[in-house]
């Protein structure tokens, strides 16, 4: 009778501490950053056509579109994946990238305002409505990913579930964080 109750009372302890819900909150979180991934994947895809509208019109500022190629070709570069998720150096330089390439296509929509002829076209409104529908995606694609990970980190800081994070080699995992200066408006000068 004793060797049955052993075990049993082992499964008792691990389920207490939490050993399936690190699981559970873990992939939660891969899940809130694949919707991350995807949405910036819809904005990289978007940029390539917006440059292409706003190129046709001649007198147009080539260094402003320039800056749009070029933060889109760091983000293209990157090596994403889901571990990228879990190593703060690179989840940091992937935020850096992806804040180049939102602040090109900003400072682009602000100096389109000057070209009437651009602005008319339709195709360039469309455009813009799916950048800005896009970066609300972003927005919402990374708040879910900052709650998945705070109620991960919870599982696993938390007694007695750290127990069963140790017991799965699960730790605390990284956020987004905002950039300084970010909340200041970016400076348009004409």
């Known amino acids: 009778m004793r060797s049955a109750a052993a075990p049993l009372l082992l499964l008792t302890m691990v389920a207490g501490c939490g050993y399936n819900e690190v699981i559970d909150r873990d992939e939660d979180v891969k899940a809130a950053?694949?919707?991350?991934?995807?949405?910036?994947?819809?904005?990289?895809d978007l940029v390539p056509n917006l440059v292409k509208v706003v190129k046709g019109a001649a007198?147009?500022?080539?260094?402003?579109?320039?800056?749009v190629v070029e933060a889109r070709s760091k983000v293209a570069g990157m090596?994403?994946?889901?571990?990228l998720a879990g190593d703060p150096a690179r989840l940091?330089?992937?935020?850096q990238a992806q804040a180049r390439l939102s602040g090109a296509l900003s400072r682009l929509l602000v100096v389109v305002e000057r070209y009437p002829d651009i602005k008319s076209t339709a195709a360039f409104r469309d455009l813009q409505a799916q950048i800005e529908g896009t970066e609300n995606?972003?927005?919402v694609?990374?708040?879910?990913?900052i709650q998945a990970v705070a109620a991960y980190n919870k599982v696993v800081l938390h007694f007695p579930t750290s127990i069963g994070a140790r017991l799965r080699g699960k730790a605390v995992r990284p956020t987004f964080e905002g950039e300084q200066g970010l909340d200041k408006p970016p400076e348009v000068k004409f």
């Open 137 to 139: 995606r972003i927005a």
């Open 79 to 83: 090596k994403v994946d889901p571990s």
């Open 92 to 95: 940091h330089a992937f935020e």
């Open 33 to 44: 950053w694949a919707e991350v991934q995807n949405q910036y994947k819809r904005r990289a």
């Open 141 to 145: 694609a990374r708040r879910r990913f």
């Open 59 to 67: 007198n147009f500022e080539q260094g402003t579109l320039q800056k």
